[in-house]
RNA sequence: GGGGCAUUAGCUCAGUCGGUAGAGCAUCUGCCUUUUAAGCAGAGGGUCGAAGGUUCGAGUCCUUCAUGCCUCACCA
């Protein structure tokens, strides 16, 4: 074996073993009748009728002239039991000697029950479907090295049943939304990931080039500023799920790509948000969960409607016990957060500090769905006033097992003010904060023409996974997580 | 980026005080016609993550590096 060859003389002696008892290894076409699922669950129709499954070979036990085996077919195990009385001389040959654990076959056989009262598949014809020239993981422990489980992620799907079954429901959860969206009237459209401007958050961006216009670009951090320009456009209602980048730090919760849902509500408010938000997450509860309690990090998550509504300022003296609007006043600042222990890097802006202890303080709290609303307006430069002079924006943040997994606002569509909005990011980027939005010069134009009152509202998909599948890490609901290239 | 822990057979893991590299599963050879972590008997399989160092002698001790996990920092 070499760089470039991956196959050593025992693999290839084997495939030409195969070959020469007249056994293709990967022929070209096979077509079962049946899922093993339908088989498990319409067992009184089928007991004792032919049924052609394909599936990989997952266990195997022999008993000299008999034997049983499970396949993994379509994600679901299925015994079946061949013996020497039913197969002529090649096909037991083929079962019993040359086809291994891992293999991909094919069989035909009669259903029925075992004394044991499993419900199997009585070999009396068999195809090998694609010979595996890899071993697979042992069969009691699996796969737990999480660095193999993430990289060749196939084998933590073909090992581990439970981590089919996260994605198998990371695929109901997104179809649920989906299809709550579309009852209520929102269409499905695409924004661009590749941005000439990176706006809609506050985020540190991936760059990138384009070589025939000789410019950069960035992956997207959020398709908010897009949507928005369809509500204008006419599109009273719209969503997209889809990825979005950030370019910081990998964690427990967060991944340089992730997937948002972002919706946007002509005539619509924050508030009609908070229902829609509902909605989503009970259209989730009855059609995939189907309970409504689910155990998160050593907590009991309630789902029932309506959610907890709290003010950010209240939630701030229940649970942090200080005055958010005193927070405006350094030397207080200060002194709490020297009292609490925070510690804040960042510019000392209220801002910041309001951020820091809703996370360190508030947030740990919160584990039914709360809304918590009413933010401080620097935090949210795209949301609009609760009135003409106010600190405040119409805005809140859903809040599930102490993760923020929604965010929305009744959007800021004052052309004017939006301006003087981005002229203060600029003012904070140029005072060194990375994250700060930038002046987005053609999205003013657009609102120019006129954003008619409106909501809008992001759902992180991946905490929500996360939170209703019970995995700890969002590594957990990612296929394919982001890791470190691994060095030859 | 800081700190801690880990890396030994295809997989899951032992390896004592520094003294010839181990088990189970998987693979191969026998036996076994209702098993399911099947069983019994045997065989093959290793650059102990990499590179240096200490030592008569290193899987084991030291240094550096790589990768992973945890944690802190960063992060809507």
């Known amino acids: 074996m070499s760089e470039h060859n991956l196959f050593d003389a025992d693999t290839l002696q084997l495939l030409d073993e195969v070959r020469e008892e007249g056994y293709d290894p990967y022929p070209p076409k096979y077509f079962p009748t049946h899922q093993a699922a339908a088989i ?15 599936g990989r070979v997952i266990t195997k036990r022999l008993h000299g002239k008999a034997g049983f085996a499970h396949l993994l077919s379509g994600g679901t195990k299925i015994q079946i039991y061949f013996r020497k009385d039913n197969l002529d001389e090649d096909t037991f040959h083929l079962v019993k000697k040359r086809v291994n654990v891992g293999d991909i076959i ?32 042992e069969k009691f422990h699996g796969i737990e090295n999480v660095e193999v489980r993430y990289r060749q992620r196939y084998l933590d799907l073909i090992m581990n049943e439970d981590v089919r079954k996260t994605f198998q429901m990371r695929s109901a959860i997104v179809r649920s939304i989906r299809e709550t969206l579309h009852h209520e009237g929102y269409m499905e459209v695409e924004t661009p990931t590749l941005q000439d401007i990176y706006g809609g958050a506050l985020a540190k961006p991936f760059t990138t080039h384009h070589n025939a216009l000789d410019q950069d ?28 980048y950030r370019n910081e730090g990998i964690s427990v919760n967060h991944n340089p790509e992730f997937t ?24 989730i509860r009855d059609s995939v969960l189907q309970k409504d309690t689910i155990e998160y990090r050593g907590k009991t998550i309630n789902l029932s409607v309506p959610f907890r509504k709290m003010r950010l300022a209240d939630a701030f003296e229940e649970f942090a016990h200080v005055d958010i609007v005193k927070l405006q006043d350094e030397q207080y600042a200060k002194e709490y957060l020297k009292k609490e222990k925070i510690h804040i890097d960042k ?14 303080k ?30 405040w924006v119409e805005r809140f943040q859903l809040i599930m097992g102490s993760l923020e997994v929604g965010n929305a606002f009744t ?17 904070a980027k140029q005072h060194g904060d990375e994250e700060a939005h930038s002046f987005d010069r053609s999205y003013i134009e657009a609102l120019k023409f006129g954003l008619p009152p409106t909501g809008g509202l992001g759902f992180g998909i991946d905490r929500i996974v996360m939170i209703l599948t019970g995995s700890e890490s969002i590594r957990d609901v990612l296929l394919f997580p982001q890791l470190r290239r691994r060095e030859p």
């Open 217 to 244: 670009f960035y992956l997207r951090i959020a398709p908010e500023l897009y949507l928005k320009r369809l509500i204008i456009g006419g599109f009273d209602k719209v969503f997209e799920i889809g990825k979005a």
């Open 260 to 283: 948002l849902m972002e919706l946007y509500e002509a005539y619509g408010n924050y508030e009609t948000m908070m229902e829609i938000s509902e909605k989503l997450i009970m259209g």
């Open 411 to 427: 959007e800021l569509n004052d052309p004017v003010d939006q301006q003087d909005r981005f002229l203060a990011q600029n003012e």
């Open 106 to 137: 094919g069989i035909t056989g009669d259903v029925f029950k075992t004394h044991t009262g499993e419900i199997t598949v009585s070999v009396s014809a068999c195809t090998l479907l694609s010979k595996a020239l890899s071993p697979l993981p």
């Open 40 to 54: 498990l669950s319409q067992f009184s129709d089928l007991e004792n009728t032919s049924v052609t499954i394909a």
């Open 362 to 391: 508030v947030e740990p709290h919160l584990s039914n769905p709360t809304f918590l609303y009413e933010y401080p307006l620097p935090l949210s430069p795209l949301a609009k006033k609760t009135s003409l002079q106010s600190q």
């Open 347 to 360: 510019s000392l802006c209220w801002a910041n500090i309001v951020d820091e202890i809703l996370k360190k």
